[in-house]
């Protein structure tokens, strides 16, 4: 896969790097809204966290949105395939299976690493604005997880080029990069707690962490761990939203937005 993927054409690249994210994006985000909007509460298992209902207005926002950070994906497929032309960066051939495995770990943490420090600058005062349209969802879904201002998804989306010129990594390590992104994303943007039973702090937990961050706006900042908030103290407690979900509850909303609810 590493040759083809080298062979071919910048158009080529930037092709299958559209479909390629539209596709993961529809398939991930459509299943876990199944699971967590019908299936698992039919079965008993979880809870959702945010009772307040989503709205067709936000969902077209979270759509449109997706479809522009989908655009700047795709189209910047283009980088690491020319890292690789140029010679700036080159793919282990003959990877072993434990070697992928490695890699994938050590891209996870980074991952979570880059992640973290993007996500930061995005609630400064000077980002903020760029950040802005990720936070219109108040109450997560799983369709939120590509929702991002330009700026922002380019922020996001160089996650590998660093990594790809300190190492040559095998081609599998890097493509599972998007794909374990995108699958934690859904699972923190779910607006479901899919294992009740486990502590806060559990790698289960994510989803409860997440929907804290945008409940209360600012605070856990991390992806999938929590080491990073933990490091820089910026992790929220366990029960930070729970003032601001029971007052904005209790209020009525207008007939405009009760209009289409799910």
């Known amino acids: 896969m590493d040759q083809v993927f080298q062979s071919l054409s910048a158009w080529q690249v930037i092709l299958w790097g559209l479909l390629f994210f539209c596709g993961i994006y529809l398939l991930f985000g459509s299943i876990t809204w199944t699971l967590t909007r019908h299936l698992l509460p039919a079965l008993g298992i979880g809870r959702i966290l945010d009772p307040r209902p989503v709205t067709t207005a936000q969902l077209r926002h979270e759509f449109t949105w997706s479809g522009l950070s989908i655009l700047i994906f795709g189209i910047g497929m283009i980088f690491p395939w020319g890292l690789l032309q140029l010679g700036w960066a080159s793919l282990d051939p003959n990877p072993s299976g434990w070697q992928i495995v490695l890699e994938i770990l050590v891209l996870a943490i980074w991952n979570d690493v880059h992640f973290w420090l993007n996500h930061r600058l995005l609630h400064t005062r000077w980002l903020r604005r760029f950040h802005l349209p990720h936070h219109r969802s108040v109450v997560t879904t799983p369709f939120a997880t590509y929702s991002f201002h330009p700026i922002e998804a380019l922020m996001l989306g160089n996650v590998i080029l660093l990594p790809m010129l300190l190492h040559d990594f095998s081609f599998w390590a890097l493509f599972s990069v998007p794909l374990f992104s995108l699958f934690f994303n859904c699972v923190g943007h779910a607006n479901y707690d899919f294992c009740p039973g486990v502590s806060y702090a559990h790698w289960f937990a994510a989803s409860r962490r997440h929907h804290l961050h945008h409940a209360c706006y600012?605070?856990?900042?991390?992806?999938?761990?929590?080491?990073?908030?933990?490091?820089?103290?910026?992790?929220?407690?366990?029960?930070?939203?729970?003032?601001?979900?029971?007052?904005?509850?209790?209020?009525?909303?207008?007939?405009?937005?009760?209009?289409?609810?799910?």
């Open 218 to 262: 600012n605070g856990n900042y991390g992806f999938q761990f929590t080491f990073m908030d933990r490091l820089f103290g910026t992790r929220l407690k366990a029960d930070a939203a729970r003032l601001v979900i029971g007052r904005l509850a209790k209020r009525k909303l207008p007939d405009s937005m009760d209009a289409g609810t799910t």
